[in-house]
């Protein structure tokens, strides 16, 4: 598409984290597939479209693929909404990603879409998408390789174009040593990460960089059980740095009847500075043609030295409940708290499935966290599967806008129904 001026709202909120070097296994199934899809109605430059999404995975050991096509039918004409289709570009974005393995595995390789992508301990790279919208998806790339005693993790946003690119090297300096079964994983590394064309134009210098150094050292690494303790430095050239320390945890309870990952990181962040520059919403944040402004334009009005906390929860529960939170706070900033949460349910109830999520900023209190006000916004789904792999699916949306008539916020509720193909085997 040339020259898109507005997308199709798709901003998911971190369906599952992936936890690089940090964590160990990804939670994906590592064989079978799923075939998800739904239909609804969509507005692009105030224009409605009827639109069909299919969006086929399948995985055969530590290969997958994943196919996105969505279709845009204009309701006034019957036509295919012709800006989706007028480059070859657009038909080699059908497939969305093609990977081999999973990060953390000792080769992980994957093309296309990168979703909640990291790198290191997330303290630069923090669940970026380089996909924010289906209009905007790009080519990218991800590449890791772990050899033993030194590896590196490696991602670019767009193959077709330099933008975004990033690497980490890591190395294990005492691996020889077998004395120290501890102290022979002690992990250090080093990141670079820049994108060099914010501004999609080549005749601008506007590109920003950041590097950082960071220390693991795995303490317990059993079957059912590992834990780890990390430190990150991290600097964003010609603006600030920081620093975190942390704690990570992953429990396998047995039988499958959960799988918990979870870290609590303190942060001492300096003046200009930003912890998970790289974040879900770059690419959007990253430059507005509008305004001119640029994302680290707005590192300028972090003027003090802040500390706090950061904590994150993740995992599943009878391999069919999923889990994700996780919680920001800065010291002597008393409604600083920002959480976000997320449940999915497809299968713990026969011919049900279920979703929600919750999101709350400026949190002071703990009973901040329960007040439903212009500060939140839930969303609960409820789905019939008409066929296992037919759901008809309601969602209630809750949350406050703000009405320029009244100067007020005021309570918004919404229901949007619509209809899912979900089709899975392995």
């Known amino acids: 598409m040339r020259n898109p001026r507005i997308v199709l709202a798709a901003l998911f909120l971190m369906a599952m984290p992936a936890y690089g070097q940090l964590m160990g296994p990804s939670m994906n199934p590592e064989k079978g597939g799923?075939?998800?899809?739904?239909?609804?109605?969509?507005?692009?430059?105030?224009?409605?479209?009827?639109?069909?999404?299919?969006?086929?995975?399948?995985?055969?050991?530590?290969?997958?693929?994943?196919?996105?096509?969505?279709?845009?039918?204009?309701?006034?004409?019957?036509?295919?909404?012709?800006?989706?289709?007028?480059?070859?570009?657009?038909?080699?974005?059908?497939?969305?990603?093609?990977?081999?393995?999973?990060?953390?595995?000792?080769?992980?390789?994957?093309?296309?879409?990168?979703?909640?992508?990291?790198?290191?301990?997330?303290?630069?790279?923090?669940?970026?998408?380089?996909?924010?919208?289906?209009?905007?998806?790009?080519?990218?790339?991800?590449?890791?390789?772990?050899?033993?005693?030194?590896?590196?993790?490696?991602?670019?946003?767009?193959?077709?174009?330099?933008?975004?690119?990033?690497?980490?090297?890591?190395?294990?300096?005492?691996?020889?040593?077998?004395?120290?079964?501890?102290?022979?994983?002690?992990?250090?590394?080093?990141?670079?990460?820049?994108?060099?064309?914010?501004?999609?134009?080549?005749?601008?210098?506007?590109?920003?960089?950041?590097?950082?150094?960071?220390?693991?050292?795995?303490?317990?690494?059993?079957?059912?059980?590992?834990?780890?303790?990390?430190?990150?430095?991290?600097?964003?050239?010609?603006?600030?740095?920081?620093?975190?320390?942390?704690?990570?945890?992953?429990?396998?309870?047995?039988?499958?009847?959960?799988?918990?990952?979870?870290?609590?990181?303190?942060r001492w962040l300096g003046k200009r500075f930003e912890a998970g520059f790289f974040n879900a919403f770059y690419e959007v944040d990253r430059y507005n043609p509008a305004t001119g402004f640029h994302k680290y334009d707005g590192l300028n009005q972090i003027q003090e030295e802040t500390k706090g906390i950061f904590g994150e929860l993740a995992g599943n529960v009878l391999g069919s409940i999923r889990l994700v939170g996780n919680f920001v706070r800065l010291d002597d900033h008393p409604r600083s708290g920002i959480l976000h949460l997320g449940a999915e349910a497809p299968n713990a109830i026969p011919s049900i499935a279920a979703h929600a999520s919750y999101e709350k900023s400026q949190v002071e209190k703990f009973k901040d966290l329960f007040v439903l006000d212009d500060r939140s916004i839930a969303r609960v789904g409820l789905?019939?599967?008409?066929?296992?792999?037919?759901?008809?699916y309601v969602d209630y949306i809750w949350n406050f806008v703000y009405n320029s008539n009244t100067r007020r916020y005021e309570t918004q509720e919404r229901v949007e129904p619509r209809l899912s193909f979900v089709y899975s085997w392995k």
């Open 383 to 392: 789905g019939y599967k008409i066929r296992p792999y037919l759901i008809a």
């Open 34 to 266: 799923t075939f998800m899809g739904g239909a609804g109605l969509a507005v692009v430059d105030n224009q409605t479209y009827f639109s069909i999404n299919v969006q086929p995975e399948i995985a055969i050991g530590k290969i997958g693929v994943g196919l996105n096509v969505n279709l845009l039918y204009d309701v006034n004409t019957g036509h295919i909404r012709s800006k989706d289709w007028d480059e070859s570009y657009d038909y080699l974005r059908l497939v969305r990603y093609i990977r081999y393995g999973f990060k953390g595995d000792p080769f992980y390789a994957r093309i296309g879409a990168q979703d909640a992508a990291r790198i290191g301990h997330g303290f630069i790279v923090n669940y970026y998408s380089n996909s924010p919208s289906y209009d905007e998806r790009k080519i990218g790339l991800a590449f890791d390789l772990d050899l033993g005693t030194y590896g590196f993790e490696t991602l670019t946003n767009n193959l077709g174009r330099a933008e975004l690119l990033g690497a980490r090297v890591y190395w294990r300096p005492l691996r020889m040593i077998s004395s120290v079964p501890i102290l022979k994983n002690l992990e250090q590394g080093v990141t670079y990460v820049t994108d060099i064309d914010p501004d999609g134009n080549r005749k601008t210098d506007d590109g920003v960089s950041a590097f950082g150094l960071d220390l693991g050292l795995p303490l317990l690494a059993f079957s059912s059980f590992r834990s780890m303790v990390y430190y990150d430095f991290a600097k964003i050239v010609d603006y600030g740095s920081g620093q975190a320390a942390g704690l990570a945890l992953e429990v396998r309870l047995p039988a499958n009847l959960a799988q918990l990952y979870a870290r609590l990181e303190r």
